[in-house]
């Protein structure tokens, strides 16, 4: 369903899928950024709402400001770091009893995931589709605070499979934490075609974290 909630640059427009589980983990969807075509209904993004759906989770996707019928202005930074940290007080609120909560991004959206999971110590896991780590900053985030996937695509002319492996490699010689990486073949940076594969190689990883939450 479609909500609005409210936050500090005004309205934020979201959906909610609301699990018919008992305790049902949490999931919250973070878009690309508006120049590279982010929204929460991008197929990419879409695709993410929808596994953690399939997959049993109560899961919401929204949109940053500026975007879609979002109030304010997107700054591409801290203020969508503000937006994000209202969306995961709201899930949590919502749904007490949870005692699994991820997050998971498409680019900057990813960015935006990985600074909340260093800020909330109740995050238990995540999935990065495509985070650019080569035009963001991702030096904080390591070591890493719990498990995670990261995924990219094998066509992608923004982000090269030994950028993501070299991140990877260096947030795991930390041993706190165990980030698994996943390259899905012949994709291009929208996934275009590959949108199964994205689909299945996410289920896979939840069924290997939470075997009993399809």
């Known amino acids: 369903m479609e909500i609005n909630i409210s936050g500090a640059g005004g309205r934020i427009q979201a959906v909610y899928h609301k699990s018919n589980q008992v305790g049902a983990p949490i999931a919250v969807i973070f878009h690309?950024?508006?120049?590279?075509?982010?929204?929460?209904?991008?197929?990419?993004?879409?695709?993410?709402?929808?596994?953690?759906?399939?997959?049993?989770?109560?899961?919401?996707?929204?949109?940053?400001?500026?975007?879609?019928?979002?109030?304010?202005?997107?700054?591409?930074g801290e203020a969508?770091?503000?937006?994000?940290s209202t969306i995961v007080d709201w899930i949590q609120d919502q749904n007490e009893e949870s005692n699994e909560f991820w997050l998971a991004g498409v680019?900057?959206?990813?960015?935006?995931?990985?600074?909340?999971?260093m800020r909330r110590i109740e995050i238990t896991g995540f999935v990065s589709v495509s985070p650019n780590v080569k035009k963001y900053d991702f030096s904080f985030f390591n070591p890493a605070p719990c498990d995670g996937l990261i995924i990219g695509a094998e066509n992608?002319?923004?982000i090269n499979e030994e950028q993501l492996k070299a991140f990877v490699s260096s947030?795991?010689?930390?041993?706190?934490?165990?980030l698994d990486f996943a390259n899905i073949k012949n994709a291009n940076h929208n996934y275009e075609g590959k949108l199964k594969d994205l689909f299945q190689t996410i289920q896979s990883y939840i069924n290997k974290r939470l075997p009993k939450s399809k």
């Open 171 to 178: 947030v795991n010689k930390q041993k706190s934490a165990k």
């Open 107 to 117: 680019g900057f959206g990813a960015w935006i995931a990985m600074q909340i999971l």
């Open 156 to 158: 992608d002319t923004s």
């Open 32 to 76: 690309d950024a508006p120049q590279n075509g982010g929204n929460m209904n991008e197929k990419v993004a879409y695709t993410l709402f929808y596994t953690f759906a399939q997959n049993g989770f109560n899961v919401l996707r929204f949109n940053f400001r500026g975007i879609g019928n979002t109030q304010g202005v997107f700054e591409n």
């Open 80 to 84: 969508e770091l503000t937006d994000a």
